[in-house]
């Protein structure tokens, strides 16, 4: 059994939206004209208040992500979001995945942020520095995409030296000229937060990510690919003179927990392709436009990687065979996970709860089985890591699961000429006689 940790991220998106068809995207131009104020406020609250639940429920990391011009996200800055999560808890770590460095017009800026919510939180951000979809530069157009990939580079250095190196100093750069770099505040971790880099598999991300030790988080890679480029990723930190570390490996995963595999499909399926059918699906210059991506990149792309293939034509069992989404009872969710973390040798999970569409009663009844009930079976006692206190009993969700009884009689009913576990009542196929009624006489 692994020392995992287990994450979760909630995307966020606005669900009252037309089906995508044969629109563009939804995710680029649907008109804000669909927005409803009272709708959205909901939308917003359910994924904040979830994300701060997931505390006593018993994950390792409360994960958010930066989306903009369309309904995929409301949360246009996350790092807002990391600020109200640092006030509404206590131990949980917090992951701020954005924002994206350029976005901003200088990362001085993006540093002051970190150094402060990392102050609010007592040390518990965790940072995500992605490139950003290339539809997000028309967003914003800060900059052309034709220069992001040697921005990014650039703004990425001047951000750790503004959070590492003693001020006053002076940065003269191809983007960035500043006369004084002297951080007021300065983050409470040191040197710095933790950083993960999201990655669909290019070359320039894994070299940055093996030259920092930073986390890799998987993106949208069929299962091939993504094996392919975490073997390179091991060769490049070999390169660096270590070898890869399963902390260093991040994979998200879409997964849906309910009391048989039945159930759990019937629950999670028509999210699932909700989310793929209506918000993955963008033409090639909107994803990759011209300067994104290096040739070597976009070649491993054209080759079958990172959304090489029309995600809104992918049918259910098409994302569970790429390992995209697991759903079912717990057995099937803990050995399938199982099998997923081994075969990639990662050490972190992140799981996608609830893209937009789950009410929000779905997605709490799936994230507390996962804590009660798949966790134990793949961490023994259940215990966050964030949680090094000695007491008697348990303290969340996940530890309630690894230390209840087991073999303890369940609450029954007698029903008919039998008696049924109230527990698992509520599905048709469970109710199976435990006893008759009345026994029979010895």
């Known amino acids: 059994m692994g020392t995992y940790e287990f994450n979760v991220i909630l995307d966020g998106a606005y669900p009252d939206v037309p089906y995508a068809g044969k629109r563009k995207s939804n995710y680029i ?30 994950y390792d990391g409360a994960v958010i992500s930066e989306q903009h011009n369309g309904p995929i996200g409301v949360l246009g800055n996350p790092m807002l979001a990391g600020a109200w999560l640092a006030a509404r808890t206590q131990r949980i770590r917090i992951g701020v995945i954005g924002p994206i460095i350029n976005n901003y017009l200088t990362p001085i800026r993006l ?98 990510v093996a030259k920092h030790r930073y986390v890799y988080l998987c993106v949208l890679n069929p299962r091939p690919v993504l094996l392919r480029n975490l073997e390179r990723l091991r060769e490049l930190c070999q390169d660096e003179g270590y070898e890869l570390d399963p902390s260093q490996v991040a994979l998200v995963i879409g997964i849906h927990v309910a009391e048989t595999d039945k159930q759990a499909r019937l629950e999670s399926e028509p999210h699932d392709l909700w989310q793929f059918q209506n918000f993955f699906q963008s033409p090639m210059h909107d994803n990759f436009p011209p300067g994104y991506l290096s040739p070597k990149s976009l070649a491993g792309v054209l080759g079958g ?14 994302l569970v065979e ?93 029903l008919g000429d039998g008696l049924i576990n109230v527990d698992t009542a509520h599905i048709e196929e469970l109710r199976e006689t435990l006893e008759i009624w009345p026994p029979n006489d010895p």
Not at 33 to 49: A, F, H, S
Not at 198 to 208: D, F, H, K, R, V
Not at 305 to 318: A, K, T
């Open 322 to 414: 790429n390992g995209w989404v697991i759903v079912g009872s717990p057995e099937t969710v803990a050995s399938r996970l199982k099998e997923a973390l081994e075969e990639t040798g990662a050490g972190r999970l992140i799981i996608g709860a609830n893209a937009g569409s789950k009410s929000r009663w779905l997605t709490m009844k799936s994230l507390t089985m996962f804590a009660e009930e798949v966790i134990p079976r793949l961490r023994p006692g259940g215990t966050p890591q964030w949680d090094d206190r000695q007491s008697i009993g348990y303290r969340t969700n996940s530890e309630y699961g690894a230390l209840r009884p087991r073999n303890a009689p369940p609450p029954t009913i007698r």
């Open 305 to 318: 990687g990172y959304r090489s293939r029309p995600m809104n034509e992918m049918s259910f069992e098409s």
């Open 111 to 208: 540093a002051e942020e970190i150094a402060t919510v990392d102050t609010m939180s007592r040390g518990r951000l965790t940072l995500g520095l992605p490139m950003g979809h290339g539809m997000q530069y028309h967003s914003f157009g800060v900059i052309s995409p034709a220069v992001a990939r040697a921005r990014y580079r650039e703004a990425h250095e001047l951000l750790i030296a503004a959070m590492t190196h003693p001020g006053p100093f002076e940065w003269n750069g191809d983007f960035f000229q500043i006369p004084y770099v002297n951080l007021w505040p300065k983050p409470l971790q040191q040197p710095h937060p933790p950083i993960v880099i999201p990655g669909g598999g290019s070359l320039e991300t894994l070299q940055l």
């Open 29 to 58: 131009n649907l008109p804000n004209q669909q927005y409803d104020l009272i709708r959205g406020q909901r939308v917003l609250e359910d994924q904040l208040e979830t994300l701060a639940a997931l505390e006593e429920l018993g």
